[in-house]
C-alpha cells in the first residue's frame, strides 16, 4: 500500500510539474507582442490603395504635404481596432517575431510588410486625434507607434530593418511637426520624452546584417573557396557597421570573393546611410523635446 502510495505521489508530482511548465510556456506566449501585432494586422481594412494615393500619403509621411484629415478620416475610423490592439501591445516588454533563419534566403518577412502598413496608418490617426483636439490621445499614439516601430525591426533581416527604420523616421517626423504646431502639457512632452529615451541607439543593424549574411552559408557549404570567403565578409561586414572607416576592407573583401557570392552582398554604403539618417533623426527630436 505504501509502494502504491508512493508511485501516486510521484505521478501527482509528474503531472504539476508538466502544468507548470505549461503555464510558463502559455504565460511567456501571452506576453509576446508579436503575437498581439500579429492580431492587429488581421483587423487592417482597406490597406490597398492607388499609385496615385501611394504618392499623396508618402508626400504627408515625409512632411512635404501637409495632412488633409477630409481624405483619410473614414480610412482610419475603420482601422481603429487595429490600432488599438497595437498600441495596446506595445505595453508587452518582449517582441518575437518566430523567425526560423535555418531557412536561409526563405525566412517570411511578411510580417514587416504588414507592419508598414499599419505602422503608416497610425502616424495619419495622431495627426487626426491632434486635428479632432485630442492631444493625449495623439501622444499616446505616437510613443506607441515608435515602440511598434523598433519592434519591428527586433531580431529580423536587414528587410526588417529597413521596415523599421522608415517606420520610426516617419513617427519621428510626426513628434517634430506637432512640436512645432501645439502646445504639450509637461506630462505629454514627458511621455514622448520617454518614448524616444527607450529607443536608445536606434535599431541592431549590425545584427539584421550578421542574420542576413549568415544565411547564405548553406548555399555554400560544399565550396570552401566561397564559405572561406562568406566568412571573411561577414566579419569585415559586422564590423564596417560600427566604424565605417573600415569600409575599404569590406570592399576588397568582397571584390575578392566569387562573383556569384558578390553579388548577394546588400549595398554596405546604402545601409550606412540609413543608419545614419535614423540616428540624424534622433538626435533632432531629442534636442526638440528638451
Not at 73 to 92: C, F, P, Q, V
Request: a neutral charge; aromatic letters at 6%.
Amino acid at each position: 500500500m505504501k509502494h502504491i502510495t508512493a508511485i501516486s505521489s510521484m505521478i501527482l508530482v509528474v503531472l504539476l510539474s508538466g502544468v507548470s511548465v505549461s503555464a510558463q510556456r502559455n504565460m511567456s506566449l501571452a506576453d509576446n507582442a508579436a503575437l498581439r501585432y500579429w492580431s492587429a494586422f488581421s483587423q487592417v481594412q482597406d490597406s490597398a490603395i492607388t499609385e496615385q494615393q501611394a504618392k499623396e500619403l508618402n508626400a504627408v509621411l515625409d512632411g512635404t504635404v501637409p495632412y488633409d484629415d477630409s481624405k483619410y478620416k473614414d480610412l482610419l475610423e475603420r482601422n481603429a481596432l487595429a490600432l488599438e490592439i497595437m498600441a495596446r501591445a506595445t505595453s508587452l516588454a518582449n517582441c518575437d517575431w518566430g523567425l526560423d533563419y535555418g531557412l536561409g534566403g526563405d525566412v517570411p518577412v511578411d510580417y514587416a510588410r504588414k507592419a508598414l502598413v499599419l505602422g503608416r496608418l497610425n502616424v495619419l490617426y495622431a495627426f487626426h486625434l491632434f486635428i479632432a483636439g485630442n492631444k493625449d490621445g495623439g501622444v499616446r499614439t505616437l510613443a506607441a507607434g515608435l515602440r511598434f516601430s523598433h519592434d519591428v525591426g527586433n531580431g529580423g533581416s536587414l528587410f526588417a530593418t529597413l521596415m523599421a527604420k522608415d517606420l520610426l523616421v516617419n513617427h519621428l517626423r510626426a513628434v517634430a511637426d506637432v512640436l512645432h504646431l501645439e502646445q504639450f502639457s509637461a506630462a505629454q512632452r514627458a511621455r514622448l520624452q520617454e518614448a524616444v529615451r527607450r529607443l536608445g541607439e536606434g535599431l541592431d543593424w549590425r545584427t539584421a546584417a550578421k542574420l542576413d549574411l549568415e544565411g547564405l552559408r548553406g548555399q555554400y557549404a560544399g565550396d570552401s573557396v566561397t564559405y572561406t570567403a562568406l566568412t571573411r565578409i561577414i566579419s569585415s561586414y559586422v564590423a564596417v557597421l560600427e566604424d565605417q572607416s573600415k569600409l575599404p576592407t569590406l570592399d576588397e573583401a568582397i571584390h575578392s570573393a566569387p562573383q556569384q557570392l558578390a553579388n548577394l552582398i546588400p549595398n554596405a554604403k546604402r545601409v550606412l546611410e540609413q543608419k545614419q539618417d535614423l540616428n540624424n533623426r534622433l538626435l533632432q527630436t531629442r534636442s526638440l523635446l528638451q
